[in-house]
């Protein structure tokens, strides 16, 4: 089965310093696509970055970058120069061609100013 | 170009009663996912229409049902309400083929049963 664990509920960061949020999958398929997304309180679900698996190169989208670990089946989130509207619960998720995605548990992301 | 549309974005009902709720997906766009979240089981997958046909289903009870119109409208519906149906119902939907696999989410439809 299918699953995504983020097993950090909650982490803090300093306003205008690097934070990383974890995700570990579990998969037996070679191309798949994995993705982080960001949940503002009350707020709808948006896209932050999406990494393809067949791709070795990290995506990276302004300050969101990841660290996608193939084999170790990692795919970590990195948001550099932290800002007060990044605030919001983060998902990780995959997905297998069309088939339904999974989401892991989140990570509620605290900034201080 | 509009985003996913959900409606009624909150309501309240009663146990027994039945919900319909209603989902326009991103022109263009022709697969529709409802999801479920809750903060006990967090974002579940209820089913996902394609062209009218119901593509994948997760693992709910049969009160929870759902079509999708030849304008790739959809509709979900849950019958007999339970104090658990109480959760933030996610309409998502992604382009034919699915080709980058992303899901663009509507802002929900916030459910609470008494």
């Known amino acids: 089965a299918q699953t995504v664990t983020q097993s950090q509920p909650e982490m803090s960061v300093q306003e205008a310093e690097t934070v990383t949020l974890s995700c570990t999958y579990d998969?037996?398929?070679?191309?798949?696509?994995l993705f982080w997304y960001k949940q503002p309180p009350s707020r709808q679900m948006i896209l932050v970055i999406r990494q393809e698996a067949y791709k070795q190169q990290n995506a990276t989208e302004n300050r969101f970058s990841v660290n996608f670990q193939k084999a170790a089946k990692s795919f970590s989130l990195k948001i550099s120069d932290s800002q007060l509207g990044d605030a919001a619960m983060y998902f990780c998720a995959y997905r297998y061609n069309n088939n339904d995605m999974r989401f892991g548990a989140g990570t509620r992301l605290t900034v201080k100013p | 170009k509009a985003g996913v549309t959900q409606t009624p974005r909150y309501l309240i009902k009663t146990r027994g009663q039945q919900v319909t709720l209603s989902c326009s997906p991103i022109?263009?766009?022709?697969?529709v996912s409802w999801y479920q979240q809750t903060p006990g089981q967090g974002l579940q997958f209820l089913f996902e229409?394609?062209?009218?046909?119901?593509?994948n289903k997760g693992n709910f009870p049969g009160r929870f049902s759902g079509r999708q119109f030849s304008n790739s409208r959809s509709e979900m519906n849950v019958s007999t309400l339970e104090l658990g149906d109480s959760a933030l119902y996610l309409c998502?939907?992604?382009?034919?083929?699915?080709?980058?696999?992303?899901?663009?989410f509507g802002e929900g439809s916030r459910l609470t049963v008494l």
């Open positions: 998969t037996s398929e070679s191309d798949y696509y």
């Open positions: 022109s263009g766009h022709r697969s």
């Open positions: 229409y394609f062209s009218e046909t119901q593509r």
């Open positions: 998502a939907s992604s382009s034919a083929g699915g080709h980058t696999g992303e899901l663009f």
